[in-house]
T-cell receptor, first 115, second 111 residues
């Protein structure tokens, strides 16, 4: 499967725990974007990464959230000390160029539920 | 503040008719425009993209762009029940930015 791979598909965490969401971009893509989608809401940009670099994290909360895209392995979105308001679908998308005129290809998402 | 506005709907269209979905955007520097389809509980799927003023056709889908009016639309001809989904409009500046998405229009095709 050459598409964007995200795991896990569903993640349940208790308040205060950590959530780790993983994303492997499409083959040949080195630009990764993370978006969050609340029920009945649009996709909200969180962070844009290239290999080993965070390019734009303007949409990501300053506290508890972090992202990385190491030289080897998937991109990781990490949420520490989760709260109920973090419950959402988190989508990863990849692009071959990272330019704003290049379509994004989305993974199937991780549905995070905080209890 | 970059904003993308869509009518949330639901927009109900009889099967076989033309569905017209509209989107306006606030950033005059926007250069790329995308339409995604999202079924309930699924991920967004790219339908069309357009960069230049005018129309772009792909099968039953036509994207229309008017940069002067900051308006982009998607027409779906010969609508099918399988077209029932939420359609997301997305706009990009052309630089190293993520796309800005609207909240989507919920389209219902009535058999």
């Amino acid at each position: 499967n050459a598409g964007v791979m995200q795991n896990p598909r569903h993640l349940v965490r208790r308040r205060g725990q950590e959530a780790r969401l993983r994303c492997s971009p499409m083959k040949g893509h080195s630009h990764v974007y993370w978006y969050r989608q609340l029920p009945e809401e649009g996709l909200k940009f969180m962070v844009y990464l290239q290999k080993e670099n965070i390019i734009d994290e303007s949409g990501m909360p300053k506290e508890r959230f972090s992202a990385e895209f190491p030289k080897e392995g998937p991109s990781i979105l990490r949420i520490q000390q989760v709260v109920r308001g973090d419950s959402a679908a988190y989508f990863c998308a990849s692009s071959p160029t990272g330019q704003g005129n290049s379509p994004l290809h989305f993974g199937n998402g991780t549905r995070l539920t905080v209890t | 503040q970059k904003e993308v506005e869509q009518n949330s709907g639901p927009l109900s269209v009889p099967e076989g008719a033309i569905a017209s979905l509209n989107c306006t955007y606030s950033d005059r520097g926007s250069q790329s425009f995308f339409w995604y389809r999202q079924y309930s509980g699924k991920s967004p799927e790219l339908i069309m993209f357009i960069y230049s003023n005018g129309d772009k056709e792909d099968g039953r889908f036509t994207a229309q762009l008017n940069k002067a009016s900051q308006y982009v639309s998607l027409l779906i001809r010969d609508s099918q029940p399988s077209d029932s989904a939420t359609y997301l409009c997305a706009v990009g500046r052309g630089g190293a930015d993520g796309l800005t998405f609207g909240k989507g229009t919920h389209l219902i095709i009535q058999p």
